[in-house]
């Protein structure tokens, strides 16, 4: 996010603003949007911070999903996400996991998951 922002503030609004010569309605325009994409900055490097926090950041997100769904909402949500991959993508997503949670997968939880039809 940052460098998209920074990226405006280099090369958008200054090419912008040269196209708008002459017309000092749209360039009044191109002020007041200037105005506004600074005020965005700080809130930018704000959520930077708390996402760089790992006591409050993605990895306590990651920890509070965890706790939240558990192992059951494992059982549900990995199979979900499979749905509809073709045996090579879903060989690739499940192929970053460890041994154990991709025989769980594969072999429990995925045969589990079709045999309920939820959608029907």
Known sequence: MHHHHTGKDIA???????????????????D?????HVR???????????????????AAFSSQQQKSVGIWGAAEFFPYILTGADTERSAQAVGIFPLPLRMLIRRVWQPRYSRRQRWS
């Open 12 to 30: 958008l609004w200054p090419r912008v603003r040269t196209h708008l010569e002459g017309r000092p309605d749209d360039l009044a325009l191109l």
């Open 32 to 36: 007041v949007m200037e105005a506004e």
């Open 40 to 58: 965005i900055g700080p809130t930018i490097e704000d959520i930077d911070a708390a996402a760089a926090d790992n006591a409050s950041g993605p």
